[in-house]
């Protein structure tokens, strides 16, 4: 695996400086451990429980921060239940909630995990792959019709040839088949496309069907909404939220929630416009070019002022 670099991590902590008494953060995708990393050798005193759907980043997080002690805690779990484990991890309500969506480098460079269009591997694409139950991206391009597929590309990879890849996929289907691994759905959807138009698209015209059927398996977006909802709930104090993401349907869900909480008058807005990294982020880590970073934090109610 290559070095791995932390998205924006010194803009998540300057933001966290405005958090009077920073005593317990969530990093909600936990990953290789970076931002949960940085918190913890910043802010000696504060504990950090790191959550993550994927069993192989809890493994490589606990082993790279065991040396932390009991400051650092990780759990297997989704962040859209938030608050139930929290409950179970009996440590209070958090001063800030961190998230960095998305999938980390190391799931994108294990071919077997079935996220890259580069690499040949199976149709999986779970980030929780302890769930059996769990339909994978083979299931998709395989029993779906061709207008849920159309629908899937179009509302999640915002494809403009969602239709001509769904009906060559289907094509496919009916001719060879089961479309088996990463690199024969890319072969299908090369060769469903004139090469003008790929040519047009410029970057692998694979690229938004792998991050639509990503989205489509890991229920990403409603995932998304779930945990701010349950922020939303678990607020109390100052509490920051904090969350990086990487593709406009992500960011939008962000924005729209940050200003919902903001014209309800539930706290404030750090800054208006999303941080984006900086050249010298971009020249480092060509991942982090499409980061977008907000913030939230809540205002601690009249009662939490005087202590009643
Ligand atoms: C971009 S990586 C985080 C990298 C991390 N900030 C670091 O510096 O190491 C995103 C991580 O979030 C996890 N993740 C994504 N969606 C999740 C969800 N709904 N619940 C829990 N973990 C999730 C992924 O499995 C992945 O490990």
């Avoid at 200003?259 to 800054?271: A, N, Q, V, Y």
């Avoid at 208006?272 to 913030?295: D, F, I, Q, T, Y």
């Amino acid at each position: 695996m290559k070095t791995h670099i932390p998205v924006m991590l010194p803009e998540v902590c300057r933001i966290l400086e405005d958090v009077k008494n920073l005593r317990f953060v969530v990093d909600a995708t936990l990953g290789l451990g970076g931002y949960s990393e940085g918190v913890l050798l910043k802010w000696r005193k504060t504990a950090v429980l790191g959550i993550d759907q994927d069993p192989q980043a809890i493994e490589v997080a606990r082993r790279k921060l065991m040396d932390f002690g009991d400051r650092f805690r990780a759990v297997h779990g989704n962040f859209r239940d938030l608050s139930s484990i929290l409950g179970k991890a009996g440590m209070g309500k958090p001063d800030a909630v961190l998230f960095d969506l998305g999938i980390s480098s190391m799931q994108i460079e294990t071919p077997d995990r079935g996220f890259s269009f580069q690499e040949n591997g199976p149709l999986d694409m779970r980030m929780n792959i302890l769930d059996e139950h769990q339909e994978m991206a083979g299931d998709i391009v395989n029993t779906y019709s061709m207008r849920e597929l159309t629908t899937i590309f179009r509302k999640f990879g915002e494809d403009p040839y969602a239709a001509q890849i769904a009906r060559g996929i289907v094509k496919f289907r009916e001719t060879s088949g089961p479309i088996k691994s990463t690199s024969q759905l890319v072969d299908i959807i090369r060769n469903t496309l004139p090469a003008p138009v790929q040519r047009r698209m410029g970057r692998n015209p694979a690229r938004k069907i792998f991050q639509a059927l990503r989205i489509a398996v890991n229920d990403e977006l409603e995932a998304l909404n779930d945990a701010l909802g349950q922020c939303e709930a678990l607020a109390t104090g100052s509490m920051m939220v904090i969350v990086v993401s990487y593709h406009s349907l992500e960011d939008r869900i962000v924005k729209n929630r940050f200003r919902k909480w903001f014209s309800e008058g539930r706290g404030r807005l750090p800054f208006r416009r999303p941080m984006v990294p900086g050249e010298s982020e971009l020249e480092e880590n060509w991942r982090s070019r499409s980061a977008k970073l907000r913030a939230f934090q809540f205002a601690a109610t009249a009662a939490e002022v005087t202590g009643q």
